[in-house]
């Protein structure tokens, strides 16, 4: 694809549930960022993946959340125990070598709610 | 403590005008900033980087400076026109690989 895909688009919950929310990144991009965009607020980061490295996950607000990211293509973020505070939208970005100076190409965002 | 802020209150401007967005932080000292586009429902688009060492970047209407001293970066469009209307956001380099990105600035533009 040309872009970064992220499936569902919408995700309505019901608090104490799981969710997964997948990443599909650009073909060829060996770095992979979670962020979250809680309503009216910035980009607030929390998983990075670099090719075989371990992932920096200095960012997950807890241990509810876990991303994996699966034969250095595409990733799922898991949140486990789903809270009404977890809603927001959940951004994903890749970029072609991780260097910290790229451009971040980002997806359209999966709007998660939970009830 | 360490923070980016950009006006949260939304800039209206009229068409043709040159609108000036800001971004200051505080308690960082960053390589590097970029500034990202971001329309509702949409994910945040690239736009500029610019570095410690730079005083200013152009791209076509676009403007950026970056002042380490006053640790602000101002972002301008000139001749403004109503396909600007979006909220955009800073995005500092602060020391590992993710950015961190202030809040937003949402830019209305009147035909």
């Known amino acids: 694809g040309a872009g970064v895909s992220q499936s569902p688009s919408n995700k309505v919950t019901e608090k104490g549930k799981d969710v997964e929310l997948r990443c599909d990144p650009i073909s060829g991009h060996t770095a992979l960022y979670w962020y979250r965009q809680s309503l009216g607020q910035g980009l607030e980061f929390l998983i990075y993946f670099q090719g075989n490295s371990a992932p920096d996950k200095s960012g997950l607000p807890s241990d509810r959340f876990s991303a994996e990211r699966t034969g250095g293509s595409v990733s799922t973020l898991t949140i486990q125990r789903t809270q009404q505070e977890d809603s927001a939208v959940y951004l994903c970005?890749?970029?072609?070598?991780?260097?910290?100076?790229?451009?971040?190409?980002f997806g359209p965002g999966t709007r998660l709610l939970v009830l | 403590s360490q923070k980016i802020e950009q006006n949260s209150e939304a800039l209206n401007i009229q068409e043709g005008k040159t609108a000036t967005l800001t971004c200051n932080y505080t308690n960082y000292s960053p390589a590097y900033l970029q500034w990202y586009r971001q329309d509702p429902g949409r994910g945040p688009v690239f736009l500029l980087l610019i570095r410690e060492n730079e005083k200013e970047k152009r791209k076509e209407r676009l403007k950026v400076t970056f002042d380490t001293t006053l640790k602000q970066s101002l972002f301008h469009i000139t001749a403004s026109q109503p396909a600007d209307s979006a909220t955009y956001l800073c995005?500092?380099?602060?020391?590992?690989?993710?950015?961190?990105f202030g809040s937003g600035t949402r830019l209305q533009v009147q035909p």
């Open positions: 995005a500092l380099e602060t020391g590992r690989r993710a950015l961190t």
């Open positions: 970005a890749s970029s072609k070598a991780g260097t910290s100076d790229e451009t971040q190409y």
